[in-house]
C-alpha cells in the first residue's frame, strides 16, 4: 500500500521560506515521478513541481519558478520542496503525490497516489 506523508508546512511572513518533506513507502520509488501540488479554498488542485526520480529532471510551474525547488534523497525515500520568497498567494494546502505511467509533469492526472496534505500560510 502506498503511504506519502508530508511535513514542514506553517505560517511565514511573506518573503519567507518553508521546506516541506514528503515521506514515501509501499512505492516503486526509483523508476517514476513524485509531485507537489497546491490547493487554495475555492481553488482547484494545482501543480507545483515534479520531479522525475531515475533521472532527476524537474519540472515547475512558471508562478514558482526561481523561488521553489523540488529535490530527492533517495536513500530516505523523502522528496523535499523547498520554497524560498514565498508570497500571500502560496497560501494553500500542499500536497505530495506519486505518479503512475511513464510521463511526468505537474499535472494533476498523471498522478495516482496522494499524502493528505500540509497547510502553508503565508502573511503579507
Known amino acids: 500500500q502506498v503511504q506519502l506523508v508530508e511535513s514542514g508546512g506553517g505560517s511565514v511572513q511573506a518573503g519567507g521560506s518553508l521546506r516541506l518533506s514528503c515521506a514515501v513507502s509501499?512505492?516503486?520509488?526509483?523508476?517514476?515521478?513524485m509531485g507537489w501540488f497546491r490547493q487554495a479554498p475555492g481553488k482547484e488542485r494545482e501543480g507545483v513541481a515534479a520531479?522525475?526520480?531515475?533521472?532527476?529532471?524537474?519540472y515547475y510551474v512558471d508562478s514558482v519558478k526561481g523561488r521553489f525547488t523540488i529535490a530527492q534523497d533517495n536513500a530516505k525515500n523523502t522528496v523535499y520542496l523547498q520554497m524560498n520568497s514565498l508570497k500571500p498567494e502560496d497560501t494553500a494546502m500542499y500536497y505530495c503525490?506519486?505518479?503512475?505511467?511513464?510521463?511526468?509533469?505537474?499535472?494533476?492526472?498523471?498522478?495516482?497516489?496522494w499524502g493528505q496534505g500540509t497547510q502553508v500560510t503565508v502573511s503579507s
Open positions: 509501499g512505492y516503486t520509488y526509483s523508476s517514476n515521478c
Open positions: 520531479i522525475y526520480i531515475r533521472g532527476g529532471s524537474t
Open positions: 503525490a506519486a505518479g503512475v505511467g511513464m510521463l511526468c509533469a505537474p499535472a494533476v492526472g498523471l498522478f495516482g497516489y
